[in-house]
């Protein structure tokens, strides 16, 4: 199994471009996650999804969108980048929903918006 | 609302000298507690975890943590410190509410030198 895969690695946006983040996953895991990582602020999450279908909004949602097509994919979508969004995306996935559940982590996608 | 704290966003220790990360949460019911560790420029890697079945938890590399509920604490600890345990360590408690995401610590970056 690969895990958890996420691409690009790191990309350079202009303000205003969009892009879209790839997170794909081979466990057959329902439930994914996306968090964003910025210096000495830990992880926060910014969307999440509990199966093909279905997404919700987490903590900082804003100027950013997912679809959930499948089991393995769960793509982030930046519309309208702004320097806000520089920071290192993290795709995180795990088998349902049990608390005591392991999260498993992708590589992360480092975006530096300019 | 869960939440974490961890006490001191940097730690230096000596080759060889015990390790101690503090990690204190904020929970109204029995929570699910995670450590986390981040090498530079790599995804988070579970370190260890608590579910309740046991007070004190083992973990990969030689870490461990105790549960102490009365202290609402879940400290990460390593007898002896390694070169390579130079990394980032995140404490984290499973969200009841967002789909069981996990709600992350700032993070404490650990520092070894010989």
């Known amino acids: 199994n690969a895990g958890v895969t996420q691409t690009p690695k790191f990309r350079i946006l202009k303000i205003g471009q969009s892009m879209t983040l790839q997170c794909t996953q081979d466990?057959?895991?329902?439930?994914m996650y996306w968090y964003r990582q910025d210096p000495g602020m830990g992880l926060k999450l910014i969307y999440y999804s509990v199966g093909a279908g279905i997404t919700d909004k987490g903590e900082v949602p804003n100027g950013y969108n997912v679809s959930r097509s499948t089991t393995e994919d769960f793509p982030l979508r930046l519309e309208l980048a702004a320097p806000s969004q520089t920071s290192v995306y993290f795709c995180?996935?795990?088998?349902?929903?049990?608390?005591?559940?392991?999260?498993?982590f992708g590589p992360g996608t480092r975006l530096l918006v300019l | 609302a869960q939440s974490v704290t961890q006490l001191g966003s940097h730690v230096s220790v000596s080759e060889g000298a015990l390790v101690l990360l503090r990690c204190n949460y904020s929970s109204s019911v029995p929570p699910y507690l995670f450590w986390y560790v981040q090498y530079p420029n790599q995804g988070l890697q579970l370190l260890l975890k608590y579910t309740s079945a046991a007070t004190l938890v083992k973990g990969i590399n030689g870490f461990e943590a105790e549960f102490k509920k009365s202290e609402t604490s879940f400290h990460l600890t390593k007898p002896s410190a390694h070169m390579s345990d130079a990394a980032e360590y995140f404490c984290?408690?499973?969200?009841?509410?967002?789909?069981?995401?996990?709600?992350f610590g700032k993070g404490t970056t650990l520092s070894v030198s010989s």
């Open positions: 995180a996935s795990r088998l349902d929903r049990g608390e005591g559940e392991t999260q498993y």
């Open positions: 984290a408690v499973s969200d009841d509410q967002a789909g069981t995401a996990l709600i």
């Open positions: 466990m057959n895991h329902n439930y």
